[in-house]
C-alpha cells in the first residue's frame, strides 16, 4: 500500500492501482483472521479429545515446519507389526486359550482307573480277602463332541490370523509407500518450487517498483507464492498424518 501510493504521488500510477491493493490487504486480511479462528477451534478439538482444558484464544502455539523422518524399512514395520498388532494378539490368546481346553480334554479321553482291595474276619466264617480293579467308562468316546468343536474353532482362529498377517503386511506396504512419496514430493516443493515462486515474487515487485510493471502482475506473482506455501504446508500435513497411520499400522502407537 504505501508503495503504491509513493507511485501515485511520483505520477506512475493512478487511483484504480492504489484501491486495487487496498482491496488486496483487506482480503489478506479477512483470510488471517479466519485461519486464526480455525486454528483455535482445532486446539479446541484437540483439548476435547485429550480431556484437556480449553486453550485461551490468544495462546501461542509451536509451529509445525520439519518433515517427518524417514520411516524404517518395509519389512522390519511388518515384522513389528505382526509382533505387536493387538488384533493380532487378541486372535493369538483365543488360539491359547483354545490349545489349553483342547489339553484339558485330551487328558479326560484317558480313562480313570481304580483299584479296591477288602479283607474280612469274620468269626462264623474262615477270614477272606479280595482285590478289585475298575476302569471309567466310556473308554473310547469320552469328550469327542467337545473336542471336535475346540479343534474346529482352532482351525478357523488359524485361518483368521494367516488372514490378518497378510492383510497387515499389505496395510504397512501401502502405509510405508505413502509416506516416502510424501516425503519426495515435499522435497520436490522446498529444493524448487518454493524458491521459485519466492524469486519470481521478488523480481516482479522489483520490476513494478521501478515502474516495468503493473500492481495486477504483482498480485499474481504473490498469490502464486502464497499458493505454493500453501501447497507445501497441506503437503506436510498429509505426510505427518501418513506417517502416524504407518505407525499404527505397524504397531507403534496404541489405536
Known amino acids: 500500500v504505501e508503495a503504491s501510493r509513493a507511485r501515485l504521488a511520483a505520477g506512475v500510477a493512478g487511483e484504480p492501482e492504489v484501491a486495487a491493493v487496498l482491496v488486496e490487504r483487506a482480503d489478506a486480511t479477512v483470510r488471517v483472521e479466519e485461519a486464526r479462528r480455525a486454528e483455535h477451534l482445532a486446539r479446541l478439538a484437540l483439548a476435547q479429545a485429550l480431556d484437556l482444558d480449553a486453550p485461551p484464544a490468544a495462546a501461542a ?12 524399512p518395509e519389512a522390519s514395520l511388518v515384522a513389528r507389526a505382526r509382533e505387536k498388532r493387538a488384533d493380532l494378539l487378541a ?3 483365543r488360539l ?5 481346553s483342547d489339553a484339558r480334554l485330551e ?3 484317558v480313562p480313570r482307573l481304580g483299584v479296591n ?3 474280612d474276619a469274620s468269626p462264623a466264617s474262615p477270614p477272606f480277602a ?6 471309567e467308562l466310556p473308554v473310547a468316546q ?3 463332541g467337545a473336542r471336535a468343536v475346540v479343534d474346529a474353532k482352532k482351525h478357523t482362529e488359524r485361518d483368521r490370523l494367516e488372514l490378518e498377517l497378510r492383510r497387515v503386511a499389505r496395510d504397512v506396504a501401502a502405509a510405508h509407500a505413502s509416506v516416502l512419496a510424501r516425503l519426495l514430493e515435499l522435497e520436490a516443493l522446498n529444493a524448487e518450487a518454493v524458491p521459485a515462486a519466492e524469486r519470481l515474487r521478488a523480481l516482479v515487485e522489483e520490476g513494478w517498483r521501478a515502474g516495468r510493471f503493473d500492481v495486477f502482475r504483482l498480485t499474481s506473482a504473490t498469490r502464486d507464492l502464497q499458493r505454493t506455501r500453501r501447497d507445501r504446508l497441506d503437503l506436510l500435513r498429509l505426510a505427518w498424518a501418513d506417517r502416524i497411520e ?4 505397524s504397531g507403534g502407537l496404541d489405536r
Not at 130 to 135: E, H, K, N, S
Open 61 to 72: 502455539i509451536p509451529r509445525l515446519s520439519s518433515e517427518p523422518s524417514a520411516p524404517e
Open 91 to 93: 486372535i493369538r490368546a
Open 96 to 100: 491359547a486359550e483354545l490349545d489349553a
Open 107 to 109: 487328558r479326560e479321553v
Open 117 to 119: 482291595a477288602f479283607y
Open 130 to 135: 479280595g482285590l478289585g480293579l475298575f476302569v
Open 142 to 144: 469320552k469328550s469327542q
Open 246 to 249: 504407518l505407525e499404527a499400522l
